[in-house]
């Protein structure tokens, strides 16, 4: 694939395009050869740009150039490119500018955007159907938000009609922005907890809010002092029966390209057998994989009380 092919590609995903979020390309799901160190997503009128690893400075500037004609035939206004192997590098406004208070438009719901990071922007968009399904899933429900980072679950869970939700994270920057996220939608944050422990020392305070109808788990893969998957996970999955409700939902999320499916339904069968496995949601159309088992797994699990 070159780079007019990508051009090519662009045009024909920009068809339907809205103030809504939407990835253009997907490299990281390595379906297009030569490119899985980039992505391009379009958050309405910004087509943010994200590289992932050096490339010849020629073709850099190639493909550079090629996004400014781009977006000079569609809606976009702002060119942004985040070179996200340079370490501690704010993003580069290539073409225009970006308004303060950025946000992310995701099935009506607001989620607050930094783009200037070259790193997390405050928004996972492949989480998509995971919040989907929290929203259609939450009506009067107690909900328990583990790793909620920005809280965007908690966002989805209220705005589906949510009795209270309790949202887990030692981040407090990031909660701030969490509770910034409720206002901007302008949801009552009544019965919203933003509580700022780590997950792994904090068992007691968080059984004190239960017991949770609905359990959302979604760690990071990796995080130095706070969670590692492969050794973690199974932590807080043999104490969920002691939190949970009769006929709680979970869904326990898993992003570890290292890691398939089988490895947090086989651990809840050893740890948690009163959880059973239901269903696998689909993953977000735009970031298909060459390998769905390295991809983002969402999966759902309902308790089964004898």
């Known amino acids: 694939m070159n780079i007019n092919d990508i051009q090519a590609l662009l045009k024909e995903n920009s068809k339907d395009l809205s103030t809504e979020f939407k990835r253009l390309f997907h490299g990281r799901g390595e379906l297009y050869e030569g490119w899985k160190h980039l992505t391009v997503d379009s958050i309405d009128e910004i087509l943010s740009v994200a590289l992932y690893f050096e490339m010849e400075p020629e073709l850099e500037a190639e493909l550079v150039e090629m996004f400014k004609d781009f977006i000079s035939t569609c809606r976009h206004k702002t060119l942004v490119i985040q070179r996200r192997y340079i370490k501690g590098s704010p993003s580069e406004v290539v073409v225009g500018e970006l308004q303060d208070n950025l946000h992310v438009v995701e099935n009506g719901m607001k989620i607050k955007l ?16 995971g919040r989907e399904f929290v929203r259609v899933n939450a009506k009067d429900k107690s909900v328990l938000n583990l790793f909620s980072y ?31 996220n409720h206002h901007l939608n302008e949801l009552d944050t009544k019965g919203v907890a933003f509580l700022p422990y780590n997950i792994l020392k904090s068992f007691s305070r968080i059984k004190k809010k239960g017991p949770y109808d ?54 809840i069968k050893e740890l948690s057998p009163c959880f059973k496995f239901v269903e696998r949601l689909e993953n977000v159309k735009e970031f298909a994989s060459d390998n769905e088992d390295r991809s983002l797994k969402n999966l759902v699990f309902i308790r089964e009380v004898l």
């Open 114 to 129: 930094n783009l200037l990071s070259n790193q997390n922007s405050g928004y996972f968009a492949d989480m998509k159907n």
């Open 214 to 267: 609905l359990i959302i788990i979604d760690p990071p893969t990796f995080q130095k002092g706070s969670f590692e998957a492969t050794k973690d996970y199974e932590k807080i999955i043999k104490k969920l029966p002691q939190i949970a409700s009769d006929n709680c939902t979970l869904l326990a999320c898993l992003n570890s390209p290292d890691l398939d499916e089988n490895f947090i339904i086989e651990l």
């Open 150 to 180: 920005t809280c965007a679950f908690s966002v989805a869970a209220k705005l589906g009609g949510a009795r209270s939700v309790s949202n887990i994270d030692m981040s407090k920057s990031a909660l701030t922005t969490g509770r910034e």
